[in-house]
């Protein structure tokens, strides 16, 4: 997904806040359930992977967004 405007901007950041801490309630409770961290990881991975790429879209906008400003 690229981001565009200011607006996708600030779903992106907002997705990304919440994406981090279903990550972390999802860690936890595997682990409460007796998950192997392996299994964990294996299990988070997608939702990680997705939550990185949204950062790289927002810091990739952002620095566009920087540049044509000094300009």
Do not use: C, H, R, Y
């Amino acid at each position: 997904m690229a981001i565009q405007n200011d607006t996708e901007l600030e779903w992106a950041k907002q997705k990304v806040k919440a994406e981090q801490q279903s990550i972390d309630i999802q860690k936890q409770e595997m682990q409460s359930n007796g998950f192997t961290a392996e299994q964990i990881k294996s299990a988070s991975d997608p939702l990680v992977s997705f939550s990185l790429k949204l950062k790289e879209d927002i810091e990739e906008f952002e620095q566009l967004k920087n540049n044509k400003t000094k300009k």
